[in-house]
């Protein structure tokens, strides 16, 4: 046996009870209905609510807007920092700070910056903007912002480091034919990015997809930014019904496999080929 494959041995073993066990025992719990009804009742259930299945769609409106932007602001800013340059170090961690402060520490954020007393709103009633204060948080903008907040260090981090492997040589022979930056970026950079923009939108998408913190504190958990993640806690841990909780939960492994699969045929339907990296 080769002694090398050991040390694969305690990542298998983290895989498979933190991740392959639960989630096993939680989709055969799916199919064990607490007021009976056959195997699947708890999905029928889900899918006959229109409120139950609404929470779908809110959350996409979410989760897929939040990815999105999160990828595209990546891009340009990981592009003005990923060569040497003064100050290169304070301006990453500062970009990348968000991810120490937490989802519930964010929320407080907006909550003291946007809310109806906060600098924003008074602000610009000092200057005669506005009347009245904008309603920026408790409401679907609350949450999307937090969700860009917290999620933009993520693919930030992310596109840099496919923006450092792509071999410079690439874009300094584009440049020697005459290329502008724009043309160097349309035609070079991105189509060699492109691959690593995709894996980041799914792992953004993945993160807003799961939102829960931030829908219940900036958000209106009973209106729209009721996601899914909250319908799947109040069945489990306040109608103490966790085969419908865990049904919930496999609907939601569902959509979002469903959303990494779509974006993962797009990558593959637009660029086949080595990524340019540097080795």
Request: aromatic share 12%; glycine share 10%; hydrophobic share 50%.
């Amino acid at each position: 046996m080769d002694r090398i494959l050991l040390l694969a041995a305690p990542g298998v073993a983290f895989l498979l009870l933190l991740f392959c066990y639960p989630f096993g025992y939680g989709l055969g719990l799916s199919f064990q209905p607490k007021d009976g009804g056959g195997a699947f009742a708890n999905y029928r259930r889900f899918f006959d609510d229109p409120y139950l299945r609404e929470t779908i769609w809110i959350t996409l409106k979410l989760a897929v807007p939040a990815a999105l932007v999160n990828c595209l602001a990546a891009v340009p800013v990981a592009f003005r920092t990923r060569g040497p340059f003064r100050g290169r170090r304070l301006i990453t961690t500062l970009l990348v700070m968000p991810i120490t402060l937490g989802t519930v520490l964010t929320a407080q954020g907006l909550l003291g910056y946007l809310g109806p007393n906060g600098w924003l709103n008074k602000a610009l009633r000092g200057i005669g903007l506005i009347d009245q204060p904008l309603e920026l948080v408790h409401n679907y903008w609350g949450v999307l912002a937090s969700l860009i907040i917290t999620g933009f260090p993520f693919s930030y981090l992310l596109t840099l480091s496919y923006l450092t492997g792509i071999d410079p040589s690439l874009e300094q022979a584009a440049a020697t034919l005459g290329a502008r930056r724009a043309q160097r970026f349309r035609y070079v950079l991105l189509p060699l990015l492109a691959p690593g923009l995709a894996i980041t939108f799914c792992l953004s998408f993945v993160l807003a997809f799961a939102v829960f913190p931030s829908a219940q504190l900036v958000g209106d958990p009973r209106g729209e930014t009721h996601v899914i993640s909250i319908e799947a806690y109040q069945a489990a841990f306040q109608k103490f019904d966790y085969a419908l909780g865990s049904a919930i939960a496999m609907v939601m492994a569902a959509v979002m496999l469903a959303v990494v699969l779509l974006v993962l045929g797009w990558r593959s339907l637009l660029y086949r080929g080595a990524t340019g990296g540097k080795g």
